[in-house]
């Protein structure tokens, strides 16, 4: 087969246009840091990479909904170590009040505190986290008082769990159910001020409410303890979460970042390859008229 000087031009503009585009993506790669800018420059590691950049948005969901579930617990739990405190002040009156030193007017003062104690504690019953009361199982719009009344606590949606899934298929409860216990507390304080209003009562009459009062206050423990817990386990997922997400971004790093040693390598061998087709095509192709005319 007879090679034509035109044939030699046309495998020389040839291999000079894919030494160019050859440099373009290595120069492309070297700017962005990414093996791959389009998935037709490797198909394979751009379904790679989209299924390992979903796995990591869905592990950045999962903290997001875990920093709800702290949210919830943290102001949970400060909730009831209020309600604990009030009912130790409850018990300092109580002590205060069996004693049959204290006279009438004493114990009318001791009612007017143990009143705003009631009322304090009905408060903290409609505790809110955002626009959402706490302590209301899936009623999260209804307060658990009234300002005259608690909630009926035969009342299944008090019940009810109110869960934030935190991993695939894990889900954590976020809510507490106390309605029993703000309902005995208030109950008794209503007991304790009915029958300081009434004024003929003796010491012995209020030593029979310590008992009451230390029992409700090992509920409130209790109930914190169970809290306790799931916050415990809700950072034993967090540190779960945040491996998972060094090692999504790890296996994104590999799978699409380059190596910039063996890139920059590659560019300047590519350079030298370019360079040196430039200088043999301009050898190769045979001097036109237009040249002996200059």
Do not use: C, W
């Amino acid at each position: 087969m007879r090679v034509t000087q035109s044939m030699l031009s046309g495998n020389m503009l040839r291999n000079l246009s894919n030494s160019y585009t050859k440099m373009g993506e290595l120069q492309n790669q070297i700017t962005t840091g990414k093996k791959v800018n389009r998935p037709s420059d490797d198909p394979v590691v751009a379904m790679k990479g989209i299924a390992l950049r979903s796995s990591l948005e869905k592990v950045e969901q999962f903290q997001r909904n875990l920093g709800e579930v702290h949210n919830l617990l943290d102001s949970s739990d400060d909730a009831l170590d209020k309600v604990g405190s009030a009912m130790q002040r409850v018990n300092e009156l109580m002590v205060q009040a069996s004693s049959d030193t204290t006279t009438n007017d004493d114990r009318e003062k001791i009612e007017s505190e143990i009143s705003q104690i009631r009322t304090h504690i009905q408060n903290i019953s409609n505790t809110k986290v955002g626009n959402k009361y706490i302590f209301s199982g899936t009623k999260t719009t209804t307060p658990l008082h009234d300002g005259t009344n608690y909630t009926d606590p035969s009342d299944p949606a008090l019940m009810k769990s109110v869960e934030i899934e935190v991993f695939d298929g894990v889900k954590l409860k976020v809510n507490t159910n106390v309605i029993d216990v703000f309902n005995e507390i208030d109950v008794k304080l209503k007991e304790i001020s009915d029958l300081m209003v009434a004024g003929n009562s003796t010491g012995s009459d209020y030593s029979q409410f310590l008992k009451d009062i230390s029992d409700q206050m090992d509920n409130i423990l209790t109930t914190r303890a169970d809290i306790g817990a799931r916050q415990n386990r809700a950072e034993l997922m967090e540190n779960r979460l945040q491996s998972q997400s060094v090692i999504a971004t790890k296996q994104m790093s590999e799978n699409e970042d380059i190596d910039y040693e063996k890139s920059i390598t590659e560019m300047i061998t590519q350079e030298s390859v370019h360079r040196a087709a430039l200088s043999v095509g301009a050898k190769i192709i045979q001097p036109s008229l237009a040249d002996f005319i200059r």
